[in-house]
């Protein structure tokens, strides 16, 4: 990473609390969170949100969420997190590692974990001054069960709450952007997605030989957002199976440009002169 364009403010690679107090729907009795030298998690109960961001001068006002995968029972957020903040952090993008609710101990692990995405969300877009980020320029970023998430953020999403005291409630937790990555069904099929001309614009990566998420389900999405008139860019490849786009070493290694270009063009994302 790019010492320069790091920003010397506390809240670089600082991990914060997303909620003020429990979680809502948090399990009782959740036990202790488990960290494996990898850094890879599971038992989460307490979600956070860990930002990296670039200097002010250097910042392009785009923002991305990052929400790892792991089939919904464990969790790479911090490798993954770093590793995003090395790829685009010096492009001048706050890059922002979500670590949502699993199960266990979550009973409702897609309510719970959808709850922490919008919160996530809503979270980036209320401290958007502070941060130097555009709050119409806030995207996320899903792989596997991340891109699950994602896909059902950005069809569940809202405008907030303009009636709360709560300055995080009052904001939108709609994306302005979704980049999906060897998306993953879970137990849903692609009827249980609300896909509606409201969505945000989507960029979609998978492998056809990928084994463990079927490449038809990222073709229905494609299709899906098609027929609803929402912007996509479907990137299809032959060979690299689940891991292709992962951090920190993707076999697909030209996958973080095309996402820049498309956001380009999309006038989501300014080239740091």
Not at 30 to 51: H, K, Q, W, Y
Not at 99 to 108: F, G, H, I, K, V
Not at 206 to 212: E, G, I, P
Not at 255 to 262: D, G, I, M, N, V
Request: hydrophobic share 45%; aromatic share 10%; proline share 8%.
């Amino acid at each position: 990473m790019n010492a320069a364009i790091l920003s010397e403010t506390p809240h670089a690679g600082m991990e914060m609390r997303l909620w003020e107090g429990p979680a809502p729907g948090v399990a009782a009795n959740p036990g202790e969170e488990m960290v494996e030298p990898s850094g890879r998690v599971s038992n989460v109960s307490i979600p956070t949100l860990t930002a990296y961001l670039p200097k002010a001068e250097h910042a392009s006002g785009t923002a991305i969420i990052i929400f790892s995968g792991g089939a919904y029972i464990h969790l790479a957020s911090g490798p993954l997190g770093r590793a995003a903040a090395d790829a685009f952090l010096q492009k001048g993008i706050a890059i922002f590692s979500l670590r949502y609710r699993l199960a266990p101990p979550s009973t409702n692990v897609l309510r719970d974990a959808l709850a922490d995405a919008k919160c996530a969300v809503r979270t980036v877009r209320s401290r958007a001054a502070e941060w130097h980020v555009n709050r119409d320029c806030i995207g996320i970023i899903g792989f596997s069960a991340g891109a699950n998430l994602a896909l059902n953020l950005a069809c569940d999403s809202d405008k907030g709450d303009p009636a709360s005291t709560n300055p995080v409630e009052k904001q939108s937790s709609r994306p302005d952007f979704i980049g999906l990555f060897a998306p993953w069904p879970f137990n849903q099929r692609i009827e249980d997605f609300k896909i509606k001309p409201a969505m945000p614009p989507a960029f979609i990566a998978h492998a056809r030989d990928d084994s463990t998420a079927p490449f038809s389900f990222a073709e229905e999405i494609a299709r899906a957002f098609k027929q609803a008139g929402v912007p996509i860019r479907f990137e299809p490849y032959d060979q690299g199976g689940h891991m292709a786009f992962n951090f920190r070493l993707p076999l697909i290694k030209e996958w973080p440009a095309k996402l820049l270009s498309w956001l380009k063009n999309h006038k989501l994302y300014t080239e740091l002169l």
